[in-house]
Nanobody, 125 residues
Framework: QVQLVESGGGPVQSGGSLRLSCAVS????????IGWFRKAPGKEREGISC????????YYVNSVKGRFTISRDNAKNTVYLQMMRLKPEDTAVYYC??????????????????WGKGTLVTVSS
């Protein structure tokens, strides 16, 4: 059984930082991408970043580029999202996801194979 468990969310002031973690268990594949989505109140779920299993290539949506950094620790089966210079508009539930097909511009909810349950990030002004 594949499980993705997010942690690290919480309240933070504007300009602050948080690091999200996603621990993966029960998943095995040679090629896949793992990354993050977020869903803000009143908005659709948005793919924000992913990292390739093969070469570690990364993708970021423009709204987080330069502020968020995705990384992975293969030994711990964990992927991280370091978020810096947070803004109130970053407030959302952040979800970890895996896809064996999607990457970059195709990092959209319909193409994900597995999801975590999410962790809430609240950025106050």
């Amino acid at each position: 059984q594949v499980q993705l468990v997010e942690s690290g969310g919480g309240p933070v002031q504007s300009g602050g930082s948080l690091r999200l973690s996603c621990a993966v268990s029960g998943f095995n594949a040679d090629y896949y991408a793992i990354g993050w989505f977020r869903k803000a109140p009143g908005k659709e779920r948005e793919g924000i970043s992913c990292i390739s299993s093969s070469d570690g290539s990364t993708y970021y949506v423009n709204s987080v580029k330069g502020r968020f950094t995705i990384s992975r620790d293969n030994a711990k089966n964990t992927v991280y999202l370091q978020m810096m210079r947070l803004k109130p508009e970053d407030t959302a539930v952040y979800y970890c996801a895996i896809s064996v097909m999607a990457w970059g511009q195709s990092w959209v909810p319909a193409r994900m194979d597995y999801w975590g349950k999410g962790t809430l990030v609240t950025v106050s002004s």
